[in-house]
Structures are given as C-alpha cells and as structure tokens.
C-alpha cells in the first residue's frame, strides 16, 4: 500500500499578514481599545496580535492612508487624536463627495438601485426595533446595516473612487458616531430620519435629498461638539 503525500499546508503571505494586522488594529481602534494619541510600538503589537514586524508596519502604513492612524517620521506611529476641528473636517469631505455620488445615482439608478435602498432601511429599522440598547451604543453590527445604507443611496453612482472614498470617510467618524448614538433615547427619531432621507432620493428629489444629505451628515458634528453648531 502506498503511501499518499500529505496536501502542503498554504503559508500565508506577506499582504495577507499585512491586511489582517490592519484590521485588528482598526478593530481595535475604532472600539476604544487603543486610545486616541496612543503610541503604537511595533514589538509590543507584533505581541498582542502575533504578526511579524514586517507585514505589521505594511499594516499600519494602510491604516495612515486612511486616516486612522499618524506617522510620527522615523519614531513609529500613533493613533489619530479625535477633536472637533478633525470631525469637521471629515464632514465636509463627506458631504464632498457623498453629495455629487448620490447626484451621480440618482441619474443613473435603476429598479435595482432603489430595491437596494429599501432592503436596506428595512434592515436597519429592523435592527434597531429589536436591539435598541445596543443601537444607542453603536454596536458594529448596527454600524454595518448603517453604513450598508448609505452605501445603498450611492451605489449606482458609477465611480468606484467615490464609493471608496466614501466608505474610508465613513469609517474615520466612527469613533465619534459612538458618542453621538448615546445621545438617543430610542430609535425612533433615527428611523425617521433615514427614511425622510431615503423618501427624497427614490423621488428623484435631488436639490432636496442632496440638502438632506448634508443637514444629516452634519448632525454628528452639532451632537458630539453642540458649540461647534455655527462653524
């Protein structure tokens, strides 16, 4: 009887290290774990997450790109500080772009596009109607079905720049939308919003659905830092 060879087990490669120790490390960030400002000392991570140093650094060099994180030139990295001029500042790059994406798929969104909306806001008012203690903190599962719909609203935009653009913007106020969500009593005025949000763009309402946009996407800037209503 022969011997059969045993399958040769697939080592993973340099990016694959490289996209997991980033998306620990942005777990880790986004849920407070490591603090804003914090230090991010190459050996004391390659510990904690059990990643070479190598695809650890091509970790933190993605996350600097998206704004998660700061180099600090030949000293390492550190984590991004929050403050209101940098939530600002996400906002109008939200509003940027997320405004000509969703001008873009609102011309060019079909029966498709609009099913995708309506799943969507289904499933997030769904979410919070069952789990509202977990809505008010932010949960990630309810950050998912949150970011899912306003994906919906620009997905048939044509550009995938602006789409990732979007998504990247979207990820860097995540930490602050954590403050902003324990200001709810309930879910209810949530829900109405987005779908006050939802009813004008599957109107085809776009100078209305595009102010809409921008008033919402300002409203985590008026919760988290109510001085900064006038900026």
């Known amino acids: 009887m022969t011997a ?11 990016d694959t290290l490289s996209e997991r120790a980033a998306a620990l490390i942005e777990r880790d ?13 190459i050996v004391e991570l390659a510990k904690r997450y059990e990643i070479g140093p190598t695809p650890l650094r091509e970790g933190l060099s993605r996350l600097v790109s998206r704004g998660l994180i700061v180099g600090i030139g030949q000293r390492g990295f550190r984590v991004a ?33 609009e099913a995708g909306i309506i799943a969507a806001l289904h499933q997030m008012r769904r979410y919070i109607q069952r789990m509202q203690s977990e809505f008010r903190e932010g949960a990630p599962e309810f950050d998912r079905l949150h970011k899912a719909f306003h994906t919906s609203l620009l997905a048939a935009c044509g550009s995938q720049r602006l789409l ?16 902003m969500m324990r200001s709810f009593d309930d879910g209810s005025g949530f829900i109405r919003e987005h779908e006050a949000l939802a009813d004008l763009v599957l109107a085809r309402d776009a100078a209305a659905a595009q102010a809409r946009l921008e008033a919402h996407l300002r409203s985590t800037v008026n919760i988290v830092y109510p001085q900064s209503k006038g900026a």
């Open 4 to 14: 059969t060879n045993p399958i040769p087990q697939t080592e993973p490669t340099s």
């Open 81 to 113: 500080d929050v403050s209101r001029d940098d939530l600002i500042d996400i906002t109008r790059m939200r509003t940027v772009v997320e405004k000509e994406a969703l001008r873009l798929a609102m011309q060019g969104g079909d029966d498709r596009w």
């Open 164 to 179: 990732a653009a979007h998504s990247d913007l979207y990820d860097q106020a995540y930490r602050y939308r954590r403050v």
């Open 29 to 41: 960030i986004v849920a407070g774990v490591l603090a804003p400002g914090s230090r991010l000392g």
